[in-house]
C-alpha cells in the first residue's frame, strides 16, 4: 500500500482496507494547502499515484483543489484530473488560468490529454490550446475533432512504426536511440512510406529473434485493427473477445494514426457498466456523487414524471374494477402482490436481456433460444409462485377460491412478465433507442398493467362479483 508522511517518525495510509481517502491524511493535506505550506505538501503528496491524487482531489473542499494545484506548480501530475468525476474535473479548470492548464497537459499522453479537454466550452478549449506549440496544438485537435466515444477520442497519438524493410537490429538500435518515444508499448507497427498500416510485431518477438532478420518475416497475421471513428464500446468487446494488449488505429485511408491500449480499453468497460447500471434504474448516466442537488434533482425529474403517468395508467386499471374492489376488499390487499412478483420476474429477464444485448452476446442466432428458456423460466416460477401464494391466501382469508384466483393470476403474471423482460428491450434496440434508458419504465408499466387486469378480471368471473 502507498503510504504518505505525515511526520518524521510516523507512516498513514492513504485509503482505508474499502478504498476511500484516510480522513487523517485528507486533513493533513488540507491543512497544508490552507496554510501554503508548500514544504509538507510536497512531503504529502509529491511521490502519490495519479489515482490517489484524484482520490485526494475529490475528497478536498471545491475552493482547495485549484489552490492545491497552484502551488505544486510543475510537481502537480495532470493526469490525476482523468480520474477524477467530470463535475469536479471541469470544476478545476474553470479556476485555473490557460496557461497553467496547458502547461499541465503538454507532457501528457494525447489520449489523457483529450479525455480532460473535451468536455470543455469551445472558447475554453482554444483559449488553452493557443497556449501551446503548433505541433502540439495539432496533436490535440486532430484527436478532438473525432467524434465523442469514438476510438479516435481515446486513442494515443504517439507509436512507433518502423519501415517493412528494417532488419530486427536496425529496429532494436532505434528504440535504444530515440529519446521521443511513448513512456509504454506493447510491439511496434509496420507502415508503408505512405504511413499506411502494414502489420506489427510483438516485443518479445523482436526481442527473440536475431538481429540479420528482417521486421517483415515477423508480422503477425490476421491483425485486429481499430478504425479511428468505431465506437469505443465495440473496441472494447474486440479487446475482450481476442485477448488483446494493444491495437493500431488507422483513418479511413488505412493510415496510422494512434494506438488503443488495454489501460484505455477497461476504463471504458468500467464507463459502460457504471452508464447500464444507473440508467436501469433510471439515473442519468453522466451523474455523478460531485453533482449539485439543482442538478441531480432536475435529471432524475424525468423519468421520475414518466413513472408517475406509468403509476396512474396502473391505477386506472384497478379503477375499472371499482365495484369488484368494494365487495371483496381482500382483492385490494392482494392486487399488489401480484403486479410487484411480475415486476420484480420483469427486471430479472429484462437485465440479463439488455446485459447481453450491451456485450453482443445477444442476436439473431441465439434470440429464439434465450426467449424460449425465458418463457420456460416464467412457466415454471409461476406454477410454484401459484401453489405459494394461493396456499397463503386461501388460508389467510379463508377462501380457497380466492387462493385460486391468485394462483392463475401468478402464472399469467410471471408468463407475460418473462415477455415484456425480453421484448420491451429488443424492441428498444431495433429502434436504435438505448434499452438500459428506457426498459425499465416500460416493463414496470406493463407487468403492473398485466397484473392488475389478470388478478382482478379472473376473479369477477370466478368470484362473480360483475
Do not use: C
Not at 429477464?349 to 434470440?367: F, K
Amino acid at each position: 500500500m502507498v503510504k504518505a508522511e505525515i511526520a518524521p517518525d510516523e507512516t498513514r495510509p492513504i485509503r482505508d482496507e474499502e478504498g476511500v481517502m484516510d480522513e487523517g491524511f485528507v486533513e493533513q493535506v488540507s491543512q497544508a494547502v490552507l496554510l501554503s505550506d508548500l514544504t509538507t505538501l510536497r512531503r504529502l503528496v509529491a511521490d502519490l499515484h495519479e489515482a490517489d491524487l484524484g482520490g485526494l482531489l475529490e475528497a478536498l473542499d471545491s475552493e482547495e483543489r485549484p489552490k492545491l494545484i497552484s502551488l505544486l506548480g510543475g510537481d502537480f501530475d495532470f493526469t490525476a484530473l482523468t480520474e477524477v468525476d467530470d463535475a469536479v474535473r471541469e470544476e478545476i479548470l474553470d479556476e485555473l488560468s490557460p496557461e497553467t492548464v496547458a502547461e499541465g497537459v503538454r507532457d501528457l499522453d494525447t489520449d489523457d490529454a483529450v479525455y480532460i479537454l473535451e468536455d470543455l466550452d469551445e472558447a475554453d478549449k482554444n483559449r488553452i490550446l493557443d497556449q501551446l506549440t503548433p505541433a502540439e496544438r495539432t496533436v490535440l485537435q486532430q484527436g478532438l475533432d473525432y467524434p465523442e466515444g469514438s476510438a479516435g477520442r481515446r486513442m494515443q497519438a504517439k507509436l512507433i512504426a518502423v519501415p517493412p524493410f528494417w532488419s530486427v537490429g536496425q529496429t532494436i538500435d532505434f528504440l535504444r536511440e530515440t529519446q521521443d518515444l511513448p513512456e509504454r508499448f506493447f510491439e511496434i507497427f509496420v507502415a508503408d512510406p505512405s504511413h499506411r498500416f502494414i502489420g506489427a510485431v510483438r516485443l518479445d518477438r523482436l526481442l527473440r529473434t536475431k538481429r540479420p532478420v528482417s521486421i517483415a518475416d515477423l508480422i503477425e497475421d490476421g491483425r485486429r485493427i481499430v478504425e479511428a471513428d468505431d465506437d469505443l464500446e465495440d473496441v472494447a468487446r474486440m479487446f475482450q473477445r481476442y485477448d488483446l494488449v494493444a491495437a493500431p488505429v488507422v483513418d479511413k485511408s488505412g493510415r496510422l494514426v494512434g494506438v488503443m491500449t488495454i489501460d484505455d480499453v477497461v476504463d471504458v468497460i468500467e464507463e459502460a457498466a457504471d452508464d447500464d447500471v444507473k440508467q436501469l434504474a433510471g439515473v442519468d448516466a453522466d451523474e455523478e456523487l460531485s453533482d449539485s442537488v439543482r442538478e441531480v434533482a432536475l435529471s432524475r425529474f424525468r423519468w421520475r414524471f414518466i413513472s408517475l403517468v406509468a403509476a396512474f395508467v396502473s391505477a386506472s386499471v384497478m379503477a375499472m374494477f371499482e365495484a369488484q374492489l368494494s365487495k371483496l376488499v381482500a382483492l385490494a390487499v392482494l392486487a399488489p402482490i401480484v403486479a410487484s412478483q411480475g415486476g420484480n420476474a420483469a427486471t430479472q429477464t429484462m437485465t440479463v436481456a439488455v446485459r447481453a444485448l450491451g456485450t453482443g452476446e445477444l442476436g439473431s442466432w441465439n434470440m429464439s433460444r434465450f426467449f424460449r428458456r425465458e418463457m420456460i423460466v416464467g412457466l415454471l416460477n409461476g406454477v410454484a409462485f401459484a401453489a405459494i401464494t394461493a396456499m397463503v391466501a386461501g388460508f389467510w382469508f379463508a377462501n380457497a377460491m380466492l387462493g385460486a384466483v391468485i394462483g392463475l393470476a401468478m402464472v399469467a403474471t410471471l408468463i407475460v412478465a418473462a415477455l415484456a423482460g425480453v421484448a420491451v428491450p429488443l424492441t428498444l434496440h431495433k429502434l436504435r433507442i438505448d434499452p438500459a434508458v428506457a426498459s425499465g419504465t416500460f416493463v414496470t408499466t406493463v407487468t403492473d398493467v398485466v397484473g392488475f387486469f389478470s388478478f382482478l378480471g379472473i376473479a369477477t368471473i370466478l368470484l362473480r362479483l360483475g
